[in-house]
């Protein structure tokens, strides 16, 4: 697929071809095309030669990306041939790229597969904070899980009794002496669950 500029001031006989290859690949069960390389041309001599990496897509799709460039800033999709060529003495950076090599219908960009990462650091931002999120409710549920309750320390495990007021001479009645190491203690007669020492 050769891109000519035709008779554009110091652009005049610059040609841009890339080269296009399909492959059928068994696991999707469909044909995929990749962009191999992508040379420059200039006075129908070959300046510059670019492999091309990770720009491929399923073959009735179009590829789309922001950037693709030979610069490290953007990702560097295009990767100079070898060391001895003039691909270093060029920078090339295509903006808002598609391309189509194969099954065009009506002149129109088939639905276009995008470059852009599923990983981007916005979303491995979410997910690092969603993992301290799940560490920090299951530390909570594991203390929840392990609380110890109070009610072990005492002997009492009875709700708390009600007391009712009652008159002076009902009181001798009411307590009973017992024996006790020379402290005075009292049982409630009316008190089942536990006991009170005094």
């Known amino acids: 697929l050769s891109l000519k500029f ?13 080269l296009l290859t399909t492959s059928y690949y068994q696991l999707s069960v469909q044909n995929w095309f990749s962009l191999h390389r992508l040379q420059l041309l200039y006075n129908h001599s070959i300046q510059a030669t670019f492999n091309a990496t990770r720009i491929y897509a399923p073959a009735s799709y179009s590829y789309h990306c922001e950037h693709v460039s030979s610069l490290q800033r953007y990702d560097a999709l295009l990767i100079p041939s070898s060391a001895n060529d003039l691909s270093k003495l060029w920078e090339v950076t295509f903006i808002d790229f598609q391309i189509q090599g194969f099954n065009i219908q009506e002149g129109h960009f088939a639905y276009a597969k ?35 309750s109070l009610d072990r320390h005492y002997e009492c495990k009875a709700s708390p009794a009600y007391f009712a007021q009652v008159k002076d001479n ?25 006991k009170i020492y005094i």
């Open 114 to 148: 995008d470059c852009a990462s599923f990983f981007s650091p916005a979303i491995l931002m979410g997910l690092v904070m969603s993992l301290i999120l799940l560490l920090v409710l299951a530390y909570a549920l594991h203390m929840l899980i392990h609380l110890k």
């Open 6 to 18: 035709g008779d554009i001031g110091n652009l005049k006989g610059l040609v841009i071809r890339f």
């Open 170 to 194: 009902d009181m001798e009645d009411e307590k009973e002496p017992l024996r006790s190491g020379g402290n005075e203690s009292y049982e409630l007669r009316n008190q089942q669950f536990c």
